[in-house]
């Protein structure tokens, strides 16, 4: 997995690329941590990228979400693709994430 991170305004933008499973969702909670850490509570995450999302994914999404929310932050996320559209569905997790069709749409509801 890699991740490019870009600050617009007070958003931070993560587009991420490749899996996120098991093996790379602690390397990117430990990213996101890291700028909510220095107060930024606007994340955005481009999956666009993403072939792969796994239940640790899905586990970190929601971690990420939980604690910004406690900040009164927000995490939304972008650019799904049908696979992993189709796992967040299964799990439910389409109720209680903010997910929207590109970064521009996401932008108006961070």
């Known amino acids: 997995m890699e991740t490019e991170v870009e600050e617009k305004g007070d958003i931070v933008v993560f587009r991420v690329k490749g899996r996120l499973d098991a ?10 941590n890291s700028i909510i850490d220095t107060g930024h509570f ?24 939980k604690r910004l929310s406690k900040l009164e932050g927000k995490m939304v996320a972008c ?3 049908d696979e992993v559209m189709e796992v967040i569905r299964m799990a439910g997790f ?4 903010e997910l929207y069709q590109n970064e521009n749409e996401s932008y108006q509801h961070l």
Do not use: C, H, T, W
Not at 46 to 62: Q, T
């Open 79 to 81: 650019n799904l693709n």
């Open 94 to 97: 389409n109720q209680v994430l």
């Open 23 to 32: 093996a790379s969702s602690p390397q990117l909670e430990k990213q996101i």
């Open 42 to 65: 606007k994340v955005l995450l481009n999956f666009e990228n993403v072939d792969y999302l796994s239940s640790a994914g899905m586990r970190l999404m929601l971690s990420v979400s």
